[in-house]
Structure formats: structure tokens, C-alpha cells
């Protein structure tokens, strides 16, 4: 389980500091599979293997290493974890604490969560951009678990920031990129959904499902950090054709739909905060 206590937060800040990040940051962005291009426009990044940091987890997306990038996007001071561990890979659904508890230390920023998502409604097609509004939990997990703090019952009422989501739908507008909005269902994976799982999660509200994020928003309200998500819709979820569920996305959807992100995170970075 990822450790959260203080001297491995401080310790995991210094060892940053030794190799040049430091905060406060405008904007912390998390990328998720598929998503790591936006990298390439930050000016003056620096780099940080996870291996490097304590408390950091070990792995990144399919097969890549995790990094640590900090730098300037539209002026702005960023800082990126490109690439995120999952409750699939370590049992624990803890597992991005760390990383987004040093964000309470480095200025509270912002943080924008990314993701590859199914589509559980055929209104929101495979490559498309989806803002998520809301999630659903009905993993029986919580990243709070044992939590043994007051701080612990987090009010879950607006967790998708507003003001965020208002300012990505208006950077979409500017870029002309069509972003949905929608709820979306974690489930724990490895194994993809049932048929019979999508549709009790249509029923119950989602338009999305997917294996992440959802532990990361909840440890991020923790952490007093305003939140936002976006979906790239990779496939449809179960049941939708007569295509079995696939891991590993196909460069065919993520290049398009990941170089419409990162168009929309620049302007979304170069906005103010709407009102
Ligand atoms: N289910 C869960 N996670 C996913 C899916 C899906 O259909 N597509 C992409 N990530």
C-alpha cells in the first residue's frame, strides 16, 4: 500500500528538489494510456523516472516507465504524471496517493485526470472526448479505507469541479472539437465487463466505464485539490457488437482523439478560471 505519511511525502518533495522540480505549480495533469504525446509541449521539461521517487509506484502504462515531467505550458507552470498504476496491478486502491498527496505540498494545483474509457451508450462514439460530471462506485473499494483521520468523510457532491469543466467544454469550442460529458463507472478490472455488467451501469446512469480514475478523484478531494476528467472513448463496452473487449488501445483511435486533447488541455491551461 502506498504510504502517505509525512516523512516519505517530504522525502519524495526533496528528491524532486534535488533533480530541479520545484513548486508551486498552476497545473498537474495525470496521463492516462495512450496519452503521454502532451508531453512534448511542455518548454523547459525536466524528467523523473517514478523509480527515483520513494513512495512513487514502480510501473507505468504498458509497459512504459513512469515519469515525472514539470515545466512551462502556455506560461503556466506544470506539473505531469505520465502514466498512473492501477487497483488491478497492486491490490490496492491507494495506489496514486502518494503522487497526489505531494500535490497538497507543491501549490495544490488543479489536477486533470485522463483515461481511456468505453462507451456504454451509442451516442458516444469510439474516438471521441468525454468530460466526465460524475462518477459511479459500486466497487465496494475506497481509496479512504482505513483512513483513521476526521478528513476522511469527504463531501463527494461536486468532486467534478464546475468552473473546470466549464473552462475544458469552452477551450473545446475554441480548438472546434466536440467534447461529451458523462458519468463514468469504475470497475476494478483486470477483466473487462459482462454484458449484463454494461448494461446495469446504463441503467444506473454511465456513460462510461473504465478501470482507473476513480480512486485518484476521491484521494484527490482528500488532498483539497479541485478535479477535473476527460475520457478518450477507446471502445465500446460489452456487448455493444460482436467484438470481444480488447486490452491495448489501437493507435487508429488514440492518435486522433489524444492530438484533440492535447489541443484542448493547451487552451484549457491558457484559460482563466470561469465563473
Ligand atoms: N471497459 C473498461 N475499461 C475500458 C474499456 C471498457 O470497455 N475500454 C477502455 N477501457
Known sequence: MTDTSQPLLYQARSVLEEWGVMGPFDHALVLGTGLGNIIEDVE???????????????????????????GYMEGKRVLIYGGRAHYY????????????????????????????????????????LCVITDHINFSGLNPLIGDREEGRFVDMSDAYDNRLRRRLKLAAIAAGITLNEGVYM????????????????????????????????????????RVSAISVVTSYASGFEDVPQQHGVTKD????????????????IARPDEI
Open 44 to 70: 523547459g521539461a525536466i524528467q523523473v523516472p517514478y523509480a527515483a521517487i520513494p513512495g512513487f509506484p514502480d510501473n507505468g502504462p504498458a509497459g512504459q516507465p513512469g515519469q515525472v515531467v514539470s
Open 89 to 128: 496491478e497492486t491490490g490496492h486502491a491507494r495506489t496514486m496517493a502518494l503522487p497526489l498527496a505531494l500535490l497538497g505540498i507543491l501549490g495544490k494545483p488543479p489536477v486533470l485526470l485522463t483515461n481511456a474509457a468505453g462507451s456504454v451508450k451509442s451516442t458516444i462514439r469510439v474516438g471521441s
Open 186 to 225: 469504475w470497475f476494478s478490472g483486470p477483466s473487462f465487463e459482462t454484458p449484463a455488467e454494461i448494461r446495469m451501469a446504463r441503467t444506473l446512469g454511465a456513460e462510461l466505464v473504465g478501470m482507473s480514475t476513480v480512486p485518484e478523484v476521491i484521494l484527490a478531494r482528500r488532498f483539497g485539490l
Open 253 to 268: 483511435i488514440t492518435i486522433p482523439a489524444a492530438a484533440g486533447l492535447r489541443r484542448i488541455i493547451r487552451g484549457f
